[in-house]
């Protein structure tokens, strides 16, 4: 499985974008999709899943700025990014999770300047 997450780059704050994460080599369907982030100098954090039923968690940091979201017909899942802070800045992984184990996208970098 391969994941390409891509849609970062640089933004003012209070900006939007929108990250994709495209699967390759396994069926999203049946499987949790999420969105992690790391800072520098930062842990790792999650910041938004949707489960196989459709249910979404949020970090509470991003809660009602952030939205996952997911299209089984392109084997992607989105990020939508609004109200952004400088605080968000990091790169953005994509991960997916199913019986056979856990899949991660290579990051891309999202940097918001204020």
């Known amino acids: 499985v391969q994941l390409q997450a891509s849609g970062g780059g640089l933004v003012q704050a209070g900006g939007s974008l929108r990250l994709s994460c495209a699967a390759s080599?396994?069926?999203?369907?049946?499987?949790?999709m999420a969105w992690y982030r790391q800072a520098p100098a930062k842990q790792r954090e999650l910041v938004a899943r949707?489960?196989?039923?459709?249910?979404?968690n949020y970090a509470s940091s991003v809660k009602g700025r952030f939205t996952i979201s997911r299209d089984f017909v392109e084997n992607t899942f989105y990020l939508q990014m609004n109200s952004l802070m400088s605080e968000d800045t990091g790169v953005y992984y994509c991960?997916?999770?199913?019986?056979?184990?856990?899949?991660w996208g290579q990051g891309t970098q999202v940097t918001v300047s204020s």
């Open positions: 949707i489960s196989t039923g459709g249910f979404t």
């Open positions: 991960t997916l999770s199913g019986p056979r184990g856990d899949y």
């Open positions: 080599g396994s069926s999203t369907s049946g499987k949790i």
